[in-house]
């Protein structure tokens, strides 16, 4: 029976996936108007209004209650989860069933925070040795393989992976910096013990910083990611974003024995292709799980958004200048406008499908997981 479920499923994928946002809308549309959902939507509305209030000053569209800036609000707002890290889950319920994706690429942008803040410590170890050559970005590819061997990639991911290996790394780092410098004599234990300390010392201090630049970096590729295929059907986007591209040709070869040097200029370069994965993977997150979720939950009116957010009163006021996401206990002040947007797309699939969206099945998984079948 396995193997005729898995032919079945290999057969039919394509019109499994065509049909995800359809059939997760249904489902979670039939649980909401049928009393079923453990979802708190006031909680995930009054989350999304603080957003907006948030994100109103990169506003580059004449209308703040357009579709296009709600899912750049949306987008940014995710974004900036995924750099969290004094929430141990800090998504809205709307995400419950892409918490494993989400907290995987989460932790992978925490690798590449942490490697860059141990990238600053080696650039000053070299100074100390006083070597004042250029870093090829060779040199950073290779400390990255090393320290991620350290780290062990099979492993279940742990934050405390670092922690517990600051010893390992920061020994790996003066040894590499020993053979860079050339010297031939033993490697100085005093120092990389030193230089362990320091790590102990620079990563609270530096972690926010070092997070905001890769933020930065990372949400204008998402936002381009976004802008390029949003208007994609979810076949194609499983194709442009999820299906693995044909591998490019071998280079051609070199036409002379030296080796081509760059200098590291951009403390994100070597992560390019790791943060090119990042973004089409969260962009195929983002934009399926807007299809789903934004008609029930998400899209607001621009007066429905303000009157939500004015009447949130001074806890609201105190969230945003803490930069905490609203309570969840304040008194929801959105359901009128959630129980319109409900009739509003009840009446439309009721139209489009000729089916009662209480009349469910059975859920797979969520819509980014159906398309990865």
């Not at 200029?265 to 969260?282: E, G, I, K, P």
């Amino acid at each position: 029976m396995k193997d005729v479920a898995n032919h079945q499923i290999r057969n039919l994928k394509a019109l499994l996936i065509e049909d995800t946002v359809n059939f997760e809308r249904n489902y979670h549309l039939g649980r909401i108007v049928s009393g079923r959902s453990r979802i708190n939507i006031n909680a995930i509305q009054q989350w999304y209004s603080f957003e907006l209030q948030r994100f109103r000053p990169f506003d580059r569209f004449a209308s703040k209650g357009s579709p296009r800036f709600q899912l750049e609000v949306f987008a940014r707002a995710v974004t900036s989860l995924l750099f969290s890290t004094d929430v141990p889950d800090p998504f809205p319920e709307t995400f419950y069933l892409d918490q494993d994706r989400l907290q995987n690429l989460r932790d992978a942008i925490y690798d590449l925070v942490m490697f860059e803040i141990c990238f600053t410590l080696f650039s000053g170890l070299l100074r100390r040795l006083a070597y004042r050559g250029t870093i090829l970005e060779s040199t950073k590819i290779t400390l990255r393989n090393a320290l991620f061997a350290i780290l062990g990639d099979g492993q279940q991911h742990s934050t405390n992976r670092w922690q517990d290996n600051y010893d390992h790394i920061s020994l790996q780092m003066v040894r590499y910096a020993w053979e860079i410098c050339g010297f031939t004599h033993k490697v100085d234990l005093s120092l990389a013990s030193e230089t362990s300390q320091l790590l102990h010392q620079m990563v609270a201090p530096s972690y926010p910083q070092h997070a905001s630049v890769l933020e930065a970096s990372f949400v204008a590729q998402v936002l381009t990611c976004i802008n390029s295929h949003m208007n994609l059907s979810p076949l194609d986007l499983f194709n442009a974003l999820v299906a693995p591209p044909n591998p490019p040709p071998p280079p051609p070869p070199s036409q002379n024995n030296f080796p081509v040097q760059s200098h590291v200029t951009d403390t994100l370069s070597s992560h390019f292709d790791q943060l090119t994965d990042l973004t089409n993977r969260l962009t195929h997150i983002i934009l399926l799980h807007w299809r789903t979720w934004g008609p029930i939950v998400y899209v607001i009116s621009e007066e429905d958004d303000t009157a939500t957010f004015s009447a949130s009163g001074p806890l609201a006021e105190k969230d945003a200048v803490s930069g905490q996401q609203p309570s969840s206990t304040q008194e929801p002040l959105s359901v009128d406008n959630t129980q319109h947007s409900i009739s509003t797309v009840t009446r439309g699939m009721e139209d489009s499908t000729g089916q009662d969206p209480q009349q469910e099945a059975s859920i797979p998984g969520s819509a980014s997981e159906t398309s990865a079948l």
